[in-house]
C-alpha cells in the first residue's frame, strides 16, 4: 500500500511540470499558428495566342503574263541566178565590123521534150570549140546602133542539140541589150549541124549555153 501512495505522490508533484510543458507547447502552437502566412494561389495567366485572331497576311501572287513570241518575219524573196549548167572554157569575143541592115530575130519557144546538160558522148562541132569561135567571130555583125551609142557587153545564149545534130530553142539567158541580143540569136541559129550527142548508144537532146562578148575598139 505504502508503494501505490508514493506514486501518487510523485505524479502529483510532476503535475505541475507536465502542465507547464503542455501550455509551451500550446503557446507554441499558437505562435506558430499566427506566423504561417497562408498565400492564395493566384492564377497567373499570361494569355493565349489566339492564331485565329491573327490576320493572315496574304501575300497575292502575280502571274506574269508570258506573251507569245513574235511571229517570225516572212521569207525573203528568192531571186533566181540563172547559172551556166555547162561550163564554157572559152569566150567569144566579138569585134567591131559593120552591118548594112538591122535584121530582128525571133526567139523559138522552148519546147517540152527532155533534154540533157551532161551526156556520155557530148555534141561535136565541125572543127571543135575552135571550129565553134572562129564561125561565131566571122560570121556575127556588130548592130549599128549599138555601135553608134557604144554599147558593149557580153550575151549568154543557150541552145538545144536535137537528136539530127541541128540547133534549136536559142534564146537569151542574160543580155545586155536587144540589139546585141537578137545578133548572138541570129548567129547561134545560123550554126551548121553538131555531131549529136549520145546517152548509152542512143541520140538525145543537149543543152549547151555560150558567152558572145560584143566590144568596140
Do not use: C, H
Request: proline share 8%; net charge negative.
Amino acid at each position: 500500500m505504502e508503494a501505490k501512495k508514493n506514486l501518487e505522490v510523485n505524479l502529483d508533484r510532476k503535475r505541475g511540470l507536465f502542465l507547464q510543458i503542455g501550455l509551451v507547447i500550446a503557446l507554441l502552437l499558437v505562435l506558430v499558428a499566427f506566423e504561417y502566412k497562408s498565400y492564395e494561389k493566384s492564377a497567373y495567366n499570361l494569355g493565349q495566342l489566339n492564331l485565329d485572331d491573327l490576320e493572315e497576311e496574304i501575300i497575292p501572287i502575280t502571274k506574269q503574263e508570258v506573251k507569245p513570241p513574235p511571229p517570225p518575219p516572212p521569207p525573203p524573196e528568192v531571186i533566181e541566178i540563172v547559172e551556166d549548167e555547162v561550163e564554157i572554157e572559152n569566150e567569144i569575143e566579138i569585134e567591131d565590123t559593120e552591118s548594112d541592115e538591122d535584121e530582128i530575130i525571133e526567139i523559138e519557144e522552148e519546147d517540152d521534150e527532155e533534154f540533157f546538160m551532161v551526156v556520155e558522148n557530148m555534141p561535136e562541132f565541125p572543127g571543135g570549140d575552135l571550129g565553134l569561135m572562129k564561125y561565131i567571130q566571122k560570121n556575127v555583125r556588130y548592130p549599128p546602133i549599138a555601135k553608134e551609142y557604144n554599147i558593149t557587153g557580153k550575151v549568154y545564149v543557150s541552145f538545144i542539140v536535137d537528136k539530127s545534130g541541128s540547133v534549136t530553142n536559142v534564146k537569151i539567158v542574160r543580155g545586155v541589150d536587144k540589139n546585141l541580143d537578137a545578133e548572138a540569136v541570129r548567129v547561134v541559129k545560123s550554126l551548121p549541124k553538131y555531131k549529136p550527142g549520145k546517152q548509152r548508144g542512143k541520140a538525145v537532146r543537149v543543152m549547151f549555153t555560150i558567152p558572145i562578148n560584143f566590144t568596140l575598139n
